[in-house]
């Protein structure tokens, strides 16, 4: 007929808008899944190399190509609850702040110039958020021979300057171990205030929290491995 109409959809009614916004929003959203799920393998790569970096920076180690460096001067290594090494166990992927009683830690061994280094690493909480770092020790395991410190949030030009070469140069050889051989890390205080038995650095100043964040860190961090280091 001539006057006969074709049906369908009309392009103006609300099931049509309806229709094509879902389609368009699982077209989106597979779109973004497959680049997502494309690009994790690389992300996952840059953040394992970002780790190697941060524990090369505990041995002064910040030049040059990364995955070799790290594949040069360091081995990963694994310490049960008694201190002891753990055969043929990698703990570069080993998360040392969890809290169960048979935990396993991760330990760094490393070789410069002939000479053996260990690093441990340490993690707390500044101001506004998550702080962490690696501890470099020479071989007496008490010696800092090299430590890195980062940040998530922490405020420019107060606590944020604990990745600054000023805050961390303040720790190369000290102890963090007394006279007597204990662990108690290295005091991080208020010029003018003295640490009892125990290496001390000067806080940053008007960064008293984030300073204090760095003192409880290194106590606790470097506590968890008081039977490796006693031995």
Same mark, same amino acid.
């Given at each position: 007929?001539?006057?006969?109409?074709?049906?369908?959809?009309?392009?103006?009614?609300? %099931?049509?808008?309806?229709?094509?916004?879902?389609?368009? *929003?699982?077209?989106?959203?597979?779109?973004?899944?497959? *680049?997502?799920?494309?690009? +994790?393998?690389?992300?996952?790569?840059?953040?394992?190399?970002?780790?190697?970096? @941060?524990?090369?920076? %505990?041995?002064?180690?910040?030049?040059?190509?990364?995955?070799?460096?790290?594949?040069?001067?360091?081995?990963?290594?694994?310490?049960? %609850?008694?201190?002891?090494?753990?055969?043929?166990?990698?703990?570069?992927?080993?998360?040392?702040?969890?809290? %169960? /009683?048979?935990?396993?830690?991760?330990?760094?061994?490393?070789?410069?110039?002939?000479? &053996?280094?260990?690093? &441990?690493?340490? +993690?707390?909480?500044?101001?506004?958020?998550?702080?962490? !770092?690696?501890?470099?020790?020479?071989?007496?395991? =008490?010696?800092?021979?090299?430590?890195?410190?980062?940040?998530?949030?922490?405020?420019?030009?107060?606590?944020?300057?604990?990745? /600054?070469?000023?805050?961390?140069?303040?720790?190369?050889?000290?102890?963090?171990?007394?006279?007597?051989?204990?662990?108690?890390?290295?005091?991080?205080?208020? +010029?003018?205030? +003295?640490?009892?038995?125990?290496? @001390?650095?000067?806080?940053?100043?008007? !960064?008293?929290?984030? =300073?204090?964040?760095?003192?409880?860190?290194?106590?606790?961090?470097?506590?968890?491995?008081?039977?490796?280091?006693?031995?």
């Amino acid at each position: 007929m001539a006057n006969e109409q074709k049906k369908g959809l009309s392009t103006n009614s609300n %099931a049509y808008t309806i229709i094509y916004s879902a389609v368009l *929003v699982i077209i989106v959203a597979f779109l973004l899944s497959f *680049v997502a799920s494309s690009l +994790k393998e690389r992300q996952e790569a840059n953040e394992r190399n970002d780790k190697r970096a @941060q524990i090369l920076a %505990a041995i002064n180690v910040t030049e040059g190509d990364v995955e070799a460096n790290f594949a040069k001067y360091v081995k990963p290594l694994v310490v049960n %609850a008694n201190g002891d090494v753990v055969d043929g166990e990698d703990g570069f992927e080993l998360d040392f702040t969890k809290k %169960a /009683t048979d935990q396993k830690l991760p330990v760094y061994q490393c070789n410069v110039d002939g000479q &053996v280094k260990f690093i &441990v690493p340490v +993690k707390g909480n500044g101001l506004w958020g998550p702080i962490w !770092g690696y501890v470099g020790l020479n071989d007496d395991k =008490s010696t800092v021979y090299g430590i890195y410190f980062n940040h998530e949030g922490e405020t420019p030009g107060l606590g944020a300057e604990i990745v /600054t070469d000023a805050f961390r140069g303040q720790f190369l050889n000290k102890q963090i171990k007394n006279a007597n051989g204990d662990v108690v890390s290295i005091a991080v205080l208020k +010029k003018g205030i +003295k640490a009892d038995g125990q290496d @001390q650095v000067d806080a940053i100043s008007g !960064g008293t929290i984030t =300073s204090s964040g760095v003192d409880a860190m290194l106590k606790t961090s470097l506590k968890k491995y008081d039977k490796f280091l006693t031995k």
